[in-house]
């Protein structure tokens, strides 16, 4: 006889106002000390105040991650030295793989709503941080959906399976650490139990309330869930929410700005090769 053990909010942390790029106005979850491993960081841009943002993110480094921008309202505009150049919209997404280097810039767009976006890090393993550079766009009606019963829930990358077996993956399959996201919906009244097993999985509520598991989770909060096989989530008045799974690569963090590798010695190297001009090649 098999059991089944409902995974439940181990911890929440608070979203930070915080600052990026040219003065971007954000909210901000960060651990680099492994406590949302393979994860690093999660940034919510959200403002109909123009001035917050419209700066954007002129050209900077990054090595050692991946990141994630997947966009609710507005858009964004990459451009990076690898030639590629494209802009997302309203439920679009783009996925860098910055392995040994890569140079980009990112610059805001608005819709009549302004703009609301998300950028992900997700930690590369030691074997990945030097790995040549990939950069892939995917839009939305890419993304396929787990839709009922006041639910709608939109796979951008990973396998994510309802308890009653419908299962869908997301188009993003080369997510570090085995990593999944999906954007989660619940209208008033919604119920969702998904199963889980994922040695990381994360709940970030970015609008009205959710319980997750048996505590409910305010806006503006991650919650980190405990070990089990299955989530249930569910909302009295609505909500949605980001999911993100993974596997943990348990190795040593070492960051400085848009640096992430293993060690001190691989931070100092990482900066002699953006001054002396061989970060890229």
């Known amino acids: ?70 966009v609710i309202h507005g858009g964004l505009t990459h451009e990076d ?59 939305g009606s890419e993304m396929p959906r787990l839709a009922g019963g006041g639910v709608e829930l939109i796979a951008l990358g990973g396998r994510w399976t309802r308890v009653d077996g419908e299962a869908i993956e997301g188009p993003l399959d080369a997510l570090a650490g085995s990593g999944g996201v999906a954007h989660m919906k619940l209208s008033a009244g919604g119920e969702l139990v998904l199963q889980s097993d994922d040695a990381t999985l994360l709940a970030y509520v970015f609008e009205g309330e959710l319980a997750v598991g048996d505590a409910l989770v305010p806006a503006g909060h991650l919650a980190r869930l405990t070990p089990g096989d299955h989530l249930a989530l569910a909302s009295t008045t609505g909500g949605q929410a980001l999911l993100l799974a993974g596997t943990p690569h348990r190795e040593p963090v070492a960051h400085y700005g848009p640096f992430v590798m293993n060690s001190q010695a691989e931070l100092q190297q990482a900066l002699r090769d953006y001054r002396d001009g061989t970060f890229t090649g």
């Open 1 to 70: 006889m098999t059991t089944s053990t409902l995974r439940r909010v181990e911890s929440l942390q608070p979203s930070r106002p915080s600052q990026d790029g040219d003065g971007v106005k954000i909210k901000r979850i960060h651990d680099f000390g492994g406590g949302l491993d393979p994860f690093l960081m999660l940034d919510e841009l959200g403002s109909d105040r123009p001035d917050d943002y419209i700066g954007g993110f002129p050209p900077h480094p990054h090595r050692g991650i991946q990141t994630l921008t997947y």
């Open 81 to 139: 030295h690898l030639n590629h150049s494209s802009t997302i919209n309203a439920g679009d997404a783009q996925w860098m793989h910055t392995g040994r280097g890569i140079i980009h810039s990112e610059m805001p767009l608005t819709d009549s709503q302004g703009l609301h976006a998300f950028q992900l890090w997700l930690n590369l393993a030691a074997s990945e941080k030097m790995s040549p550079p990939q950069y892939r766009d995917v839009r």
